[in-house]
């Protein structure tokens, strides 16, 4: 048990370290080159810093104006989402400050559109590592996965609108070319985390089988996701036929269709992507 601890606790340490250089390269590379503000505590942190040298000509470092500004959402993530997860997002927050205040800045193209683009994919990849790590990159991402855990819906999309006032004050200051080659980014980013990240998305699962039963322990011992067993006429046949139904977490399908197939390589399985549900439904904590 402590071995499989242990494995997974380096897998999110790796996957952790991993989207904190990518996401410091990123904004070396792409966001400063073409003068973009990603959004969240990230943009808002670099709107600070070309604000304090526009203006009060001082150069703010990165890392101490981000620490500062997720201090709040820190404590709500440790309060509310769990102790680990708020471990690893910490340590997501320090090593993307670290990295980039040490990493150059080094210009690939000056063309804003294919930095807004490109740029916003790499973001959103980074940032699909560090939830695929349980954690996530801090700032509006904590609020973002609070809400998800508390309504249980896929909140994504809402972070794109929670950024407008930020881009609105920097269209005012900077020019409001710049403000809208960051909504693409924004747009191209979230879209990534939406397409990668499926924790949030519900399947169903409706799985014809002649082992009802095995298949529903499958499913229990896998998700902790109940079942119902439903009894039925197969037309073609006219055979008494067994179908199990189930609602499954969208990370959750692939796995427990590998499984049923290892029980019941004839079962017959239709997985329907699920908009909304209404009464209980097991989500996996983040720790």
């Known amino acids: 048990m402590k071995t499989s601890a242990l494995k997974s606790d380096i897998k999110r340490l790796v996957f952790i370290v991993a989207a904190s250089l990518i996401m410091a390269v990123n904004i070396n590379t792409f966001v400063h080159a073409g003068g973009l503000y990603p959004g969240g505590f990230n943009g808002l942190t670099l709107l600070l810093q070309k604000i304090g040298k526009e203006f009060l000509n001082i150069s703010l ?4 104006i981000n620490y500062t500004l997720n201090a709040f959402v820190i ?3 440790f309060k509310v989402i769990g102790k680990k997860f708020t471990f690893y997002t910490t340590l997501m927050i320090v090593l993307t400050g670290i990295f980039t205040d040490l990493i150059p ?3 690939v193209t000056s063309d804003v559109l294919l930095i807004a683009v490109f740029g916003g994919i790499i973001n959103g990849f980074a940032m699909s590592l560090c939830l695929i790590g349980a954690a996530c990159a801090g700032g509006t991402d904590i609020l973002v996965i609070f809400f ?3 309504h249980g819906i896929d909140t ?3 972070m794109l609108l929670g950024n407008v006032a930020m881009l609105l004050v920097a269209g005012v200051l900077f020019g409001w070319d710049k403000a809208l080659y960051s909504i693409i980014f924004q747009y ?3 879209q990534i985390v939406q397409m990668l990240h499926q924790r949030y998305k519900k399947h169903t699962l409706f799985i014809i089988t002649d082992h009802p039963n095995e298949v529903y322990h499958i499913i229990a011992d896998n998700t902790n996701h109940g079942a119902t067993i439903f009894t039925g006429t197969g037309c073609y046949e006219q055979e008494k036929r067994k179908m199990v139904y189930s609602v499954v977490s969208s990370d959750e399908v692939k796995t427990i269709v590998n499984k049923v197939r290892q029980e019941d390589k004839h079962a017959f399985i239709n997985s329907i992507r699920t ?3 209404t009464g209980r439904f097991y989500q996996r904590p983040n720790d």
């Not at 470092?61 to 101490?64: A, L």
């Open 105 to 107: 800045s080094i210009v």
């Open 148 to 150: 998800s855990e508390k």
């Open 75 to 77: 404590v709500l993530a």
């Open 275 to 277: 908009d909304q549900i």
């Open 188 to 190: 191209t980013s979230t």
């Open 61 to 64: 470092p990165f890392s101490v």
């Open 156 to 158: 994504w999309n809402y």
